[in-house]
């Protein structure tokens, strides 16, 4: 039986993305993995502990459940990395690394995600498919990395190999991982706490964003594309919304009474600074008819009802 392999699986994407493939293709060929011992929220389903540097650890999964496909997740995102780089580096490009090398091994497919932290203050504010990547964190410079690598895999060694440039993502089945845009998941946790919230940015900074069950379905639309008809093996961008924090609070005040959001900036707002307010993402809609469904409105009020349950 084809067996799928999710590392990062205790991560934001990882979450959501085990459950949307366990309940498409059933539990038992769902191999989900991190560095901490299985979470419930996981589910029934094969799990194991997995450090994506540990090539030989990588290989006894492949082998031990006769992996086909393999969802690499695991990452250290833009303010962890901005706080340990070597660390962020190591993971995130000897990581996939490994992965690749497996792959053309074993003949097996492979999602890798990339960001908006390819992007840097010399990109557009609106990010086209093909910009100026010139990325101010390490995980920018260790996403841009991950995008070549790819690319190489599939031009020299074959490796069908898949990637998003994913905005920033909204979800509320997991907890902030340390990400520049994890104010919007933030937020919302104070709101349904009945708490005042601090933003770490700006009310006036725009980023582009994604709500998770859109950036699922991006996910598995890529992987399920014929590949014949893809034509960036870097990393395609997808788009869904942009917003300002301010806008974000707003819509939340409106249906949380008495909610209120003050601003104090941090260094992660160097980081919001440098990236596109918005991306074209007409390769993704054309190559394999990419159309994200929520809203602002809409994802607010999924936000909050699904924290409320």
Not at 266 to 273: E, L, N, P, S, W
């Amino acid at each position: 039986m084809p067996t799928t392999l999710v590392t990062g699986a205790a991560g934001q994407i990882g979450t959501d993305l085990v459950h949307a493939l366990r309940a498409r293709d059933g539990a038992d060929a769902v191999v989900a993995t991190d560095l901490t011992p299985c979470p419930e929220r996981w589910g029934d389903g094969p799990c194991d502990t997995l450090d994506v540097t540990d090539m030989g650890a990588l290989e006894r999964i492949v082998r031990e459940h006769d992996v086909t496909t393999v969802y690499h997740l695991a990452s250290l995102l833009s303010a962890t990395g901005e706080r340990k780089p070597e660390l962020a580096w190591t993971v995130n490009v000897t990581g996939l690394r490994n992965v690749l090398a497996s792959a053309k091994a074993h003949g097996l497919r492979v999602f890798w995600p990339s960001s908006i932290a390819v992007f840097g203050p010399t990109t557009p504010r609106t990010a086209a498919q093909q910009t100026v990547l010139e990325p101010t964190t390490m995980y920018g410079v260790t996403k841009v990395t991950g995008e070549l690598l790819c690319q190489y895999a599939f031009e020299k060694d074959g490796v069908d190999v898949r990637s998003l440039r994913y905005p920033g993502l909204i979800s509320y089945t997991a907890p902030p991982g340390g990400g520049t845009t994890d104010y919007a998941v933030a937020i919302f946790h104070a709101a349904v706490a009945g708490e005042p919230y601090t933003c770490f940015v700006r009310p006036d900074t725009k980023l582009p964003m994604m709500y998770m069950p859109d950036a699922i379905a991006a996910t598995l639309a890529l992987m399920d594309a014929d590949p014949a008809g893809l034509k960036v093996r870097t990393s395609y961008n997808v788009g869904a919304l942009s917003f300002t924090a301010k806008e974000l609070a707003a819509a939340i005040e409106k249906r949380v009474p008495g909610f209120e959001t003050t601003y104090a900036p941090d260094y992660r707002q160097d980081i919001a600074d440098s990236w596109p307010a918005a991306v074209e993402d007409d390769a993704a809609r054309r190559d394999w008819g990419w159309q994200p469904r929520y809203e602002l409105d809409a994802m607010v009020d999924d936000m909050l009802r699904g924290l409320r349950s």
